[in-house]
């Protein structure tokens, strides 16, 4: 079944606790990004890759790191959270075929950082 | 920046309505996406427009690329308990590969 996974789905943690959320895809997409949703705010994008070892900057990169090393991964680490990081994160992929633009998303992980 | 307006916030109907909602911008986009999301998921997409006047659906669903360029519009016929959720406009941003969703309009269909 074609689909992009998450782990965790739920998450508490504390400030300045490094994490790591992980994203994976097996439809060989090229294209891959992690959003935020925040209510009254909508999706937002953080980061997002064009393949393997190529990323950039989304819309609310501030706070966030990302490393494509495989196709098909594309983790989202938080050094050092903070409270104003408590939201739902979604990662999508998408395939060159569409131009990027239909993307799969996963279930979500919603984070807490006490 | 590029911003997605959608209207309305909120939508509370009884089964069988019709439903419509749109989507404007200021500037201009090439594709337009319509999204669903249902309660503890993630989006799902329901149709993508990639041409202007494009009309297209999907089931009950129908989803117009204004001529503009600047607007989209999504209907649906008929509405059932299961087509609440929270439906999103998307575009791509600046006709780069960064997607803009708008904020959303979420749907109640009391039965």
């Known amino acids: 079944e074609a689909q992009v996974t998450q782990n965790p789905r739920y998450l508490i943690t504390v400030t300045g606790k490094k994490l790591t959320v992980t994203c994976s895809q097996n439809?060989?997409?090229?294209?891959m990004s992690w959003y935020r949703q925040d209510p009254g705010l909508g999706l937002r994008q953080i980061y997002y890759?064009?393949?393997?070892?190529?990323?950039d900057k989304g819309d609310v990169p501030e706070g966030y790191k990302v490393s494509r090393k495989e196709k098909r991964n594309f983790p989202l680490i938080l050094e050092s959270p903070s409270p104003n990081q408590t939201s739902l994160y979604f990662c999508a992929s998408s395939s060159w075929e569409s131009s990027y633009n239909e993307q799969f998303f996963g279930p979500g992980t919603r984070l807490t950082v006490l | 920046g590029q911003q997605l307006n959608q209207s309305p916030q909120s939508m509370f109907i009884q089964e069988g309505e019709d439903v419509s909602m749109n989507c404007t911008s200021s500037?201009?986009?090439?594709?337009w996406l319509w999204y669903k999301q249902e309660p503890g998921e993630g989006p799902v997409l329901l149709i993508a427009?990639?041409?202007?006047?494009e009309l297209t659906s999907n089931g009950r669903l129908t989803a117009q690329f204004g001529i503009t360029r600047k607007d989209s519009f999504l209907n649906i016929s008929a509405s059932i308990p299961s087509d609440v959720g929270i439906y999103f406009c998307a575009g791509p941003k600046g006709g780069s590969e960064k997607l803009v969703f708008g904020k959303g309009t979420k749907l109640t269909v009391n039965p």
């Open positions: 439809m060989n997409h090229e294209y």
């Open positions: 890759s064009m393949n393997v070892e190529v990323t």
């Open positions: 427009l990639y041409k202007a006047g």
């Open positions: 500037s201009i986009f090439n594709t």
